[in-house]
């Protein structure tokens, strides 16, 4: 699925492309790829949904949206997949994922959803629990508070991928 | 203070960024504009940190292994430990949130055996036990995230 150069080319832009006039042939220089191989392996890994999405990542903080809830619930594990599917759909959820519970953590369905207030963020958790029924699953809203540190993943190659040195993102 | 330009970057070129020789043109003719006024407009962007950057979004555990953190850490401890888990390199988000588990962060490496190292070295060094949350499944097609810039 994924081969060596496709690995490569995924960490050369995992911290951002260059803001340059021809970034796909500033990465293939890097690489030792030619333009036309950088273009055409990203359009591959953007079907193939290795990369979920290209463009410009905005700073929601930063940009007014200051509250910002991750809402988990404890849901059947029978029902987490359908549960999961329409959260998605929603369009004020950002991130919607399945995890593990722990002895001390019962949750196994996460989200996100990022906005300027917290009564705009609990609006529409309700109408989302309305909209999906989820009211009668144990849940818990957890707003952020301070923010310690935020950055793109930066992923160091492993082999096949020769190793190398990383500006932060 | 954002311009029209800045403001049409932030919210119509968070997805199908185009892959052609030169996308930042391909951008510029659709907002009628110069190439050069796009790129100054985005490294403006990028330097006042209203964008983290123009790239991929990588969905978890594809070029390495990604995990969830939970942590419930005294309130007088809390700063001295988020800044112990901050040091390290391979944690890239880390916020205090309202819960008993009040510090949650996420920490990737190369491979699942490095990630468990780097957890057990914050376990010992903060004095906290984790409670380690990877992703089953992810649900979300991740469309970009529509911004409301009205008072921007």
Request: aromatic content about 8%; hydrophobic content about 40%.
């Amino acid at each position: 699925m994924l081969d060596a150069r496709d690995f490569q080319l995924l960490t050369e832009i995992q911290s951002g492309l260059p803001i340059s006039p021809r970034p796909y042939h500033d990465i293939g220089l890097a690489l030792g790829m030619s333009e036309a191989e950088v273009i055409e392996r990203l359009a591959v890994l953007r079907q193939t949904g290795l990369i979920k999405r290209l463009g410009v990542i905005v700073k929601h903080r930063q940009l007014g949206y200051r509250a910002n809830a991750m809402i988990v619930w404890n849901i059947p594990d029978a029902q987490v997949k359908t549960l999961g599917d329409r959260i998605s759909r929603s369009s004020f959820v950002t991130l919607c994922y399945q995890r593990p519970r722990t002895s001390e953590w019962p949750y196994n369905l996460y989200c996100m959803i990022h906005g300027k207030d917290r009564g705009t963020v609990l609006a529409q958790l309700d109408q989302l629990s309305a909209e999906c029924g989820l009211q009668a699953f144990d849940r818990e809203i957890l707003f952020s508070r301070r923010c310690f540190k935020q950055r793109g993943a930066l992923y160091r190659p492993v082999a096949p991928a020769p190793s190398a040195e990383f500006a932060h993102g | 203070m954002l311009t029209d330009l800045h403001k049409h970057l932030l919210n119509d070129f968070q997805r199908d960024f185009p892959l052609v020789e030169r996308p930042y043109l391909e951008i510029a003719n659709q907002l009628g504009v110069s190439e050069d006024a796009v790129l100054s407009a985005l490294t403006e962007l990028r330097d006042s940190q209203l964008i983290s950057r123009v790239g991929p979004i990588i969905p978890p555990n594809q070029i390495g292994a990604s995990m969830l953190v939970a942590m419930a850490v005294p309130e007088s401890e809390l700063q001295r430990a988020a800044d112990i888990i901050s040091h390290y390199p391979e944690v890239n988000h880390n916020y205090e949130r309202e819960n008993r588990f009040n510090l949650w962060f996420v920490a990737v490496a190369s491979t699942a055996e490095q990630l468990a190292r780097v957890l057990d070295a914050i376990e010992s060094e903060t004095g906290y036990k984790t409670q380690r949350l990877p992703l089953l499944n992810d649900f979300h097609i991740d469309l970009g995230f529509r911004l409301d810039l009205t008072h921007a």
